[in-house]
């Protein structure tokens, strides 16, 4: 038994509620129609000689009626309508339909005493059933009945579309015969719609409505040959004023029903908006609220209402605070009416310890117990940070001390006493990269940019600094993933060594301001480097030429868990709250747009649906299912795996508010796949090249059957079997075996 949902682009989605209703088909061995029946729709239509064009759309008795919004009718003179010609679909208001029972019964005027037509209901059919566009109906205004089954059987003479320049098909020489109200282009206005055909041949007849709003009347004037439209006032002389432009979607050539849709919220606008954040233990809530500072023309706060587009992570909070306030809009995004939000965040935890109920479960089971002792001893043993510290760059040194940070905060919560040496270890480093010991290479000593304010490294010899140079680091690419693993290894050395956390307090904050500063008024260091705090999420990208875009989003998560961390080792409460605050918004905008869910599946394309994850986030292509940096074997199924595990590492005591049991359901199949090639159904059809025979990397199926753990107990078995005897060499850099099997074990 399958569902299924068909969309003709442009024209109609079956069945209209397709995302909680498809249609069901059941796999017999013979032909078998969908259970849902649209055979009894029917259509009747007459015309008098006045040109007034009555049509009744009867749904019958097995179909319920939709609304009139879901009926659209094209009607176009029969001279017009020909073969090659495609019409625009009006859709149904209030004043052009009317519901009769079950019936849609439309009133309009017909083009022509010689009429085509066509009728389309959203969802279920489009009539005449067979080739409507080729074989409309066909009518007269003299007053006789047009019934269902009245097709032409002469489609017209065989004239060719217009073409614009390209050989796309240009709907300009189309009537226009707008559902709303218009005028004279020359006469003074403060509103104005303009209709924009959609490009290319997907959506024909179909165009982009924009609408353009001023605070005082002007006039437009075209220029054809410059191809640009011009306003001005109706004296002319220069516009002063308020200016305001709106999408209003995409819809039939004509359709007025989203036209007036903004006109109440035209002439207020946000100027210089603020935004406040704050964190309540009592509640366990995050609080983050956007004052938009709502002006009017003249640059008061005015009376009405702003309207703001939501993204969807600002819409699931927002639905839970103050659903009356979120509309749907003529595009794809809600809108919030209102001056101000407030979004609620739950409080995670951000100790840097694990989870202390975890850790008791894995005690109590002495399988596990043994494993995570063993675990430790083996990482403990093979780490080499002492070697690794001094010479190697600022993200892969970083990876390395955190990686021994967790490792000596399991060795403390599980009482063995590998912490001791694992600490000293941890405080030369600290002490190297914070110059206190100031004795690493020049290329890596950081140093304060007064240009740009933050911390800068030169990470070449070279007289130049290329943009590639320790992944950009020098051009603040990245700069929370880096100081991120520093931070968290700071969080944990302070909480069980006060005493040097406070001697060299001022530099252990110096790093952290770079990349999580809650003040404006620091004159040092920007608010939050990396932070889009609309969006929720982080931007890797710094002055690098090129789209801003966020690949690893768990190590900018990681980076948000060390600032709570630390704060919470010095026992700072604003610098704890700014940590949970970033952290909260950084995982739920996470879980959102590189996850896929349940709730949010639809906003994916459908091959990402299938993948269950995004690789990485831009600014201008949304969605990329991809990376920046070869993963070996740099092939497909393999490289699902290192999608997956970028958007895992580092694994810490956080890591279980992303990748939990519903992400993992999303991404088993990409993760199995990559682990054993040979299961994907294509795998006999492809080339055995060396490089598909070479096995994925222990490091990255080890994420894989990580991230699958949470699953169900086979999956958890699977990868406890898997990464058991494994140490740091056979793992991603900054990873560990008994940091792995602890989350496998504990989720923490």
Request: hydrophobic content about 35%.
């Amino acid at each position: 038994e399958m569902s299924y949902a068909v969309n003709y682009i442009g024209h109609y989605l079956v069945p209209w509620d397709w995302g909680n209703k498809p249609m069901v088909a059941t796999c017999t061995g013979k032909r078998e129609a969908s259970r849902r029946a649209v055979s009894d729709i029917t259509v009747s239509a007459t015309c008098s000689s006045s040109l007034d064009l009555k049509v009744t759309v009867d749904m019958g008795p097995a179909e319920t009626f939709p609304g009139i919004d879901h009926f659209q009718y094209a009607i176009e003179p029969a001279s017009t309508w020909v073969q090659g010609y495609t019409p625009g679909m009006h859709t149904c208001t209030s004043a052009t339909c009317q519901k009769d029972g079950n019936k849609a019964i439309l009133s309009i005027k017909s083009p022509a005493n010689e009429f085509k037509l066509a009728i389309n209901v959203i969802g279920r059919l489009t009539l005449p059933r067979q080739s409507w566009l080729e074989k409309p109906y066909e009518g007269k205004c003299d007053g006789s009945v047009l019934r269902d089954g009245d097709t032409s059987t002469n489609p017209g003479t065989s004239n060719p579309p217009i073409q614009k320049p390209g050989g796309n098909n240009n709907n300009n020489n189309q009537p226009f015969n707008p559902t709303y109200t218009t005028s004279d282009i020359s006469e003074a206005s403060k509103k104005f719609v303009m209709e924009l055909n959609e490009p290319g041949t997907d959506l024909p007849g179909q165009t982009r409505k924009f609408i353009v709003y001023f605070s005082s009347p002007v006039v437009a004037r075209i220029d054809e040959a410059g191809s640009k439209v011009t306003f001005q006032p109706q004296g002319g002389g220069a516009y002063t004023g308020l200016a305001q432009i709106v999408y209003a979607g995409t819809s039939p050539r004509g359709d007025g029903s989203k036209v007036n849709f903004f006109d109440k919220y035209a002439g207020f606008y946000s100027y210089s908006p603020t935004l406040k954040y704050c964190a309540s233990q009592s509640s366990n809530k995050v609080y983050v609220s956007y004052d938009w500072n709502t002006k009017d023309a003249n640059g008061n706060a005015p009376g009405g209402n702003l309207l703001m587009v939501t993204m969807p992570h600002h819409a699931l909070l927002l639905q839970k605070t103050h659903p009356e306030k979120l509309i749907d809009t003529p595009f794809f995004y809600k809108a919030f009416e209102g001056n101000d939000w407030l979004m609620e965040y739950d409080l995670l935890h951000t100790e840097i310890d694990p989870d202390p109920q975890g850790v008791a479960k894995v005690k109590a089971n002495p399988s596990q117990l043994k494993d995570i002792l063993a675990a430790i001893d083996r990482d403990a043993q093979k780490q080499n940070l002492d070697g690794n510290c001094a010479h190697t760059d600022s993200y892969n040194g970083g990876k390395d001390i955190g990686m021994v940070a967790r490792l000596a905060s399991l060795s403390r919560v599980f009482g063995t006493n590998h912490y001791q040496k694992l600490d000293e270890s941890i405080k030369n480093c600290l002490e190297k990269w914070l110059r206190i010991s100031d004795t690493l290479e020049d290329l890596w000593k950081f140093h304060y940019d007064t240009v740009w304010g933050g911390l800068f490294l030169r990470a070449t010899t070279d007289a130049q600094v290329d943009w590639g140079t320790d992944y950009g680091f020098p051009y603040y690419n990245d700069h929370h993933f880096h100081l991120g693993y520093y931070i968290y290894a700071m969080a944990y050395y302070v909480k069980h060594n006060q005493a040097w956390g406070n001697a060299h307090k001022d530099r252990i904050y110096a790093v952290v301001r770079d990349v999580g500063n809650p003040s404006p008024k620091d004159p040092f260091f920007p608010v939050a480097r990396q932070k889009d705090h609309f969006t929720g999420f982080s931007i890797a990208s710094g002055l690098v030429p090129g789209i801003r875009q966020e690949e690893s989003a768990s190590e900018g998560i990681n980076c948000y868990h060390g600032i709570a961390g630390l704060g919470d080792a010095f026992n700072d409460q604003n610098l704890k709250q700014t940590g949970q605050v970033l952290l909260a918004m950084e995982i739920h905008s996470v879980r959102e747009y590189w996850q896929v869910r349940a709730h949010n599946r639809n906003h994916f394309p459908p091959v990402i649906q299938n993948y269950g994850v995004v690789g990485m986030v831009t600014e201008s292509d949304f969605y990329a299912y991809t990376l920046n940096w070869p993963c070996w074997p740099n092939i497909f199924p393999q490289r699902h795996a290192c999608l997956i595990g970028i958007q895992v590492i580092p694994i810490t005591a956080v890591s279980k508010y992303w990748v939990d049991q519903e992400w993992a359901g999303s991404i088993r199949q990409s993760c199995e796949w990559a682990n054993n090639p040979s299961s994907h159904p294509s795998y006999h059809l492809a080339d055995m090249t060396d490089e598909l025979k070479t096995p994925l990397g222990t490091g990255w199926q080890a994420f894989c059957h990580a991230a699958m753990a949470p699953l169900d107990a086979a999956h958890a078995a699977a990868a406890a079997d898997f990464v058991r005897n494994l140490g740091p060499q056979d793992l991603v850099g900054g990873t560990g075996s008994a940091s792995t099997l602890l989350f496998i074990y504990a989720s923490t």
